[in-house]
């Protein structure tokens, strides 16, 4: 049995979560995919896949895509009390924020796993794109203002990958995908091994289930010739990261290094650089060890704040491309869209200890209740899905629901 699960959802985060078994990140029965399409999906991952939905692919609708879920899940086409196994404790979900299949369905997803199966840790991974579509600018800004302060909220810019270098679109998008597999990989503890200055496994559990935004990096260690060298690498590690800013204050912090004897001397074990980055934390954890292998440094930042002043950029950019579509008499969005610039200010969980990974999984009975509760409140029986009127596709495909 399997303690995490990863759930890709629409095209982005199907390829991301396939990049983590190509990796060997995970194990094959771990992996889920999830799209209105399996066109994108090569033919040996198939097997790992289920298309849901009745329409091909969502047009970037996202309250489309989550109602195709919604149906989908209460007629059995996706069981997916089937994937999560008594021994599941946490489920990572990886999506795009611009796309409608993934950014439309995650959510409502990651609310039955919370809810029905009482799932205790959900990782939330958002692959940001390259924001230059007015649509995507706006699903964006939604899937942001919709999380759960209850989940664990990481990012991935496609955007910042295509700044930093000569490359393609489709290149960045390859690279932000190896990315999520790199960090997936350090949150499970792949990278670990016993040692004189150890985080164990409760540690690491409390470290990567602190619910708020969370950013992990890594990075090469060099021949180190002095202090200045650990502080200069630190610096650049956290300048170069791929994730968006948040404000300074996290929960807890984990250092994880793997170095020689040589160059730990030069290291700074308070780790200022990294405080003056992140903030002083409620924890501190720190593991180094030596394989005789490459050295290298990982970061694991929990508990912060979500990135307001991104999705406030977000916003900005949305609306100022907006005045330069002709709208005519429709209104692209209507009162129910405006931006609440207060999210992400109120993360309610104990500064003790996150829920202990032995706790007891609650009854079937429980759960039957809390399904029934989940449908009965999501019931669409009386209820159409609202869409863009602007989007040609999807006054076409609603015609047919």
Same mark, same amino acid.
């Given at each position: ?9 629409? =095209? ?14 995970? $194990? ?7 799209? /209105? ?32 879920? !919604? ?11 089937? !994937? ?7 489920? $990572? ?6 796309? %409608? ?26 692959? *940001? ?6 649509? %995507? ?19 991935? /810019? ?6 930093? %270098?000569?490359?393609? @679109? =489709?290149? =960045?998008?390859?690279? =932000? ?30 470290? *990567? ?5 969370? *950013? ?35 929960? @807890? ?24 980055? &992140? ?30 002043? &991104? ?6 950019? !949305? ?53 029934? /509760?989940?449908?009965? /409140? ?17 006054? *076409? ?5």
């Amino acid at each position: 049995m399997s303690r995490v699960k990863i759930i890709g959802i629409g =095209a982005c985060g199907n390829k991301a979560a396939i990049q983590c078994l190509e990796d060997g990140t995970v $194990i094959d029965k771990d992996i889920l995919l999830l799209n /209105s399409t399996l066109k994108d999906i090569p033919e040996k991952y198939k097997e790992y896949a289920i298309e849901f939905g009745n329409i091909k692919g969502c047009g970037k609708e996202r309250q489309l895509a989550a109602k195709m879920l !919604y149906d989908s899940m209460g007629n059995k086409e996706i069981d997916i009390d089937k !994937y999560v196994d008594p021994d599941t404790k946490t489920i $990572i979900f990886v999506t795009s924020s611009e796309g %409608g299949t993934g950014s439309g369905a995650t959510l409502m997803l990651a609310k039955y796993c919370k809810q029905v199966l009482m799932i205790k840790n959900i990782h939330i991974f958002i692959i *940001t794109g390259f924001e230059d579509d007015v649509r %995507g600018l706006k699903n964006t800004v939604d899937i942001f203002n919709e999380l759960s302060e209850d989940y664990i909220v990481e990012a991935i /810019s496609n955007k910042k990958f295509l700044e930093s %270098g000569s490359m393609t @679109r =489709a290149e =960045a998008e390859a690279l =932000a995908n190896k990315e999520f597999s790199q960090k997936v990989s350090i949150l499970l503890g792949n990278h670990i091994v016993p040692s004189d200055k150890n985080i164990d496994d409760r540690d690491l559990y409390k470290l *990567t289930n602190t619910p708020g935004y969370m *950013t992990v990096e890594y990075y090469g260690i060099n021949k180190l010739k002095a202090p200045e060298d650990f502080d200069a690498m630190l610096e650049d590690m956290v300048e170069c990261s791929k994730s968006l800013e948040t404000e300074v204050g996290a929960m @807890r912090i984990g250092v994880i290094m793997n170095i020689t004897k040589k160059n730990r001397a030069f290291v700074d074990e308070e780790f200022k650089v990294l405080r003056k980055a &992140y903030g002083n934390p409620y924890e501190f954890f720190t593991h180094i060890q030596d394989t005789g292998e490459d050295e290298f440094i990982h970061i694991i930042v929990s508990g912060m704040k979500l990135p307001i002043d &991104y999705i406030k950029k977000t916003y900005d950019s !949305y609306k100022k491309q907006m005045e330069h579509i002709d709208l005519n008499s429709d209104k692209f969005f209507s009162s129910r869209d405006k931006f609440d610039t207060s999210l992400g200010n109120k993360l309610n969980f104990s500064m003790d200890d996150v829920d202990d990974f032995s706790t007891p999984k609650e009854s079937v009975e429980d759960i039957k209740k809390a399904k029934d /509760s989940f449908f009965n /409140s999501f019931s669409t029986a009386n209820k159409k899905v609202k869409v863009d009127k602007t989007s040609k596709f999807t006054n *076409t495909v609603t015609n047919e629901l």
